[in-house]
């Protein structure tokens, strides 16, 4: 019996230091939690690079289209001032697509950075309550087991008492 109750507390010790489920379920929510953020930034680096690159081939392409339009025009033209004045106009309207484009570009990627920001945030406040929350069960599980060692001991010690008791009874019955 004494036997059985050192075994039942050593199994017990055992169990302490093993995950409990609410710790199980946390490790779990916090995987998620993680999952997700880098679920979205992935998402949002791939919608800016797709969103830059639709971009980038839109001003080459009007660069092309531009140039081509250009070469026809003072392929036309045998006048210099009228010649320049093209291509003043054609680098002029080429210039303020670039620039709208650059703006544009700009504004693409400071609402990347804010939802970057967010996400970044989110992660950090999902992260500090899973740490909170651990914290907690982890005190919860040690309390509990400091307990249940001293009522395990409370018990061996108990049926030590007990055994021995008897072992002096029928000692002294024997002698």
């Known amino acids: 019996m004494l036997q059985r109750s050192i075994?039942?507390?050593?199994?017990?010790?055992?169990?302490?230091?093993?995950?409990?489920?609410?710790?199980?379920?946390?490790?779990?929510?916090?995987?998620?939690?993680?999952?997700?953020?880098?679920?979205?930034?992935?998402?949002?680096n791939m919608k800016t690079f797709e969103t830059l690159t639709a971009k980038q081939s839109e001003i080459i392409n009007y660069g092309i289209e531009i140039s081509s339009k250009n070469a026809e025009s003072l392929?036309?033209?045998?006048?210099?001032?009228?010649?320049?004045?093209m291509q003043?106009?054609?680098?002029?309207?080429?210039?303020?697509?670039?620039?709208?484009?650059?703006?544009?570009?700009?504004?693409?990627?400071?609402e990347a950075r804010d939802e970057w920001t967010v996400i970044a945030k989110e992660s950090a406040k999902n992260m500090a309550e899973s740490n909170k929350q651990a914290m907690e069960l982890n005190k919860q599980s040690v309390t509990d087991g400091v307990a249940k060692s001293v009522e395990m001991v409370e018990q061996a010690v108990a049926k030590?008492?007990?055994?021995?008791?008897?072992?002096?009874?029928?000692?002294?019955?024997?002698s």
């Open 75 to 85: 392929s036309k033209t045998q006048d210099p001032q009228q010649a320049l004045a």
């Open 7 to 44: 075994k039942n507390f050593f199994q017990y010790l055992i169990g302490i230091y093993t995950m409990s489920n609410p710790m199980i379920d946390l490790m779990k929510q916090f995987n998620d939690n993680a999952a997700d953020a880098a679920k979205r930034v992935g998402d949002l």
């Open 160 to 174: 030590g008492t007990e055994i021995t008791e008897k072992a002096v009874a029928a000692a002294k019955k024997a």
């Open 88 to 110: 003043q106009e054609t680098f002029k309207a080429y210039s303020e697509k670039l620039q709208a484009s650059m703006k544009e570009s700009a504004d693409l990627l400071t």
